[in-house]
């Protein structure tokens, strides 16, 4: 089992900035990649940034070049830094991992981007 712990989420204006922490604890050494998905109200959930144990990135082509998404292994926590918010970044974001077999789900941090 892997547990998730997200913090970081806010309310910031459009064009400001946010930080995300995802801290990762149990049985952390089968994890094989790490992202964060956010879902907005009414929308289905969608992936946004993910990163490999051996540190490739994916991200949503909406959020490329103003999201970046990182670990720290020695920390086990996995971050996301949001650049340029706009209003419709708005949501929950939640943080993923998967071990190949199962995927774990954070309980998520709320987002909200004022215009």
């Known amino acids: 089992q892997v547990q998730l712990v997200e913090s970081g989420g806010g309310l910031v204006q459009a064009g400001g900035s946010l930080r995300l922490s995802c801290a990762a604890s149990?049985?952390?050494?089968?994890?094989?990649?790490m992202g964060w998905y956010r879902q907005a109200p009414g929308k289905q959930r969608e992936l946004v940034a993910a990163i490999t144990s051996g540190g490739s990135t994916n991200y949503a082509d909406s959020v490329k070049g103003r999201f970046t998404i990182s670990r720290d292994n020695a920390k086990n926590t996995v971050y996301l830094q949001m650049n340029s918010l706009k209003p419709e970044d708005t949501a929950v974001y939640y943080c993923n991992a998967a071990d190949g077999l199962l995927d774990y789900w954070g309980k998520g941090t709320l987002v909200t981007v004022s215009s």
């Open positions: 149990g049985s952390i050494f089968s994890i094989n990649a």
